[in-house]
């Protein structure tokens, strides 16, 4: 089959790999329909998320079941589904809590407790790095699906793929951070990052009741998008104080709730990249101590934008001194999917409309490089493995080791 493929920082390919098998009687072969570019398929493209050898890239994906294993029950041959991009085994004592991320058995080479750097990692995730699992991801033709019984939902026929599609991620993330703040009705809510996680976001401070909803981001044509799709106040860090224009907006006080959707890899100077180097940190958490300063004293901040490594001078002083909540981690996805779904249905939220670019699966290269560099006013980069697909050709396929 064809695949998006990883094979160092810099260099995603779309090649030939083996098609995936049943391996247990518990998984799904699924013939992938569409799949999209994540903003945290970036840091392993960077190599901020190291992986040290091919793999099939992709966590948002969906499609119809092609193979079943004979210990499924509760799909069939032809159904239609969203894939969560956690790996949930469903039964162990995490995933019996409401806490898929930390699935105790679907991440058997990297698990542990600890959640070191390098090892002791939560639940498996798919297409990212050997440390979550090592699972071939959905930016395929094909893909295998584990403990299939468990995550998969299966979707309306009449729905297209581009309304629920982001149901496997970015929306129950972007829900996640809104959820975890425990909004009451009237707050203020300000999402540093306009990208897809940070969009969503907006979505979902609407619909649990925020009074304001504003959105940073040092690009404008992302701030453009927010605006049209979200009816949402902006800043540009770029053109104004942040920190002192969302207390300016909130009498003195700050936002309510302050979600950071950027993580480690935000936009850089030469002094923050000097001071990552000199600290031995991956990236920076600029973005995170804005979000510090700008939240209200006893607020809460959610963090969804990914962070991997110590940093120098975390500001435990101010998180003390202003009482400020602190929620973070893999979304949980499996306690929101069944209640996105009835909003999609209902009509209550439109996710398709942070699309700009939908492009055939051998185009990923480009979609990667568009998607990385900000160009073409890229926002959401969709895929479609079935479209003007290349042929196979006669060179050996890429060894991918699961």
Not at 5 to 19: A, L, M, N, Q, S
Not at 85 to 109: L, T, V
Not at 133 to 152: F, H, K, L, N
Not at 169 to 198: C, R
Request: a negative charge.
């Amino acid at each position: 089959m064809k695949a998006a493929v990883f094979h160092k920082p810099g260099d995603i390919r779309y090649d030939t790999v083996e098609d995936p098998r049943l391996e247990q009687d518990t998984d799904v072969i699924l013939k992938v329909t569409s799949t999209a570019i994540c903003g945290s398929d970036l840091h392993i493209l960077s190599g901020g998320v190291p992986q040290p050898k091919p793999m099939v890239m992709g966590h948002e994906f969906m499609g119809i079941v092609e193979e079943v294993g004979k210990g499924v029950t509760r799909l069939k041959k032809g159904d239609r589904v969203v894939v969560p991009f956690p790996i949930s085994c469903g039964h162990c004592f995490f995933c019996q809590h409401d806490a898929s991320p930390a699935c105790e058995n679907s991440n058997y080479k990297h698990y542990g407790p600890d959640g070191d750097m390098a090892d002791q990692k939560g639940a498996a995730l798919f297409g990212y790095t050997d440390l979550y699992g090592g699972y071939s991801g959905g930016q395929a033709e094909y893909v295998r699906v584990p403990y299939a019984d468990i995550s998969p939902r299966v979707v309306p026929d009449h729905m297209t793929d581009e309304q629920v599609l982001f149901l496997t991620d970015i929306f129950p993330t972007g829900w996640s951070a809104i959820d975890w703040a425990q909004l009451k009705g009237g707050e203020v809510v300000a999402i540093f990052g306009s990208g897809p996680v940070g969009l969503m976001a907006q979505k979902a401070a609407w619909i649990n009741g925020a009074g304001r909803v504003i959105a940073i981001d040092p690009l404008n044509y992302r701030l453009e998008k927010a605006k049209a799709v979200n009816n949402v106040e902006t800043l540009n860090p770029n053109e104004v104080d942040v920190v002192e224009a969302i207390r300016a907006m909130t009498n003195g006080r700050g936002a309510d709730v302050c979600v950071d959707a950027v993580g480690f890899e935000p936009e850089r100077n030469i002094i923050d990249k000097a001071k990552a180097l000199i600290n031995f940190e991956v990236g920076s958490m600029k973005v995170l101590d804005m979000a510090f300063k700008a939240v209200r004293r006893m607020g809460t901040v959610s963090i969804m934008g990914v962070y991997g490594s110590t940093y120098d001078n975390f500001p435990l002083h101010r998180l003390f001194d202003k009482g400020i909540t602190l929620k973070m981690g893999q979304a949980p996805v499996l306690n929101y999917i069944d209640h996105l779904i009835e909003l999609v249905k209902e009509e209550k939220v439109v996710l398709d409309d942070i699309i700009t670019h939908t492009l055939p699966l051998s185009e990923v290269t480009h979609g990667y490089e568009i998607f990385e560099k900000k160009e073409e006013d890229c926002v959401k980069v969709v895929l479609k493995p079935w479209e003007q697909r290349k042929p196979n050709d006669n060179t050996e396929p890429v060894k991918i080791e699961n």
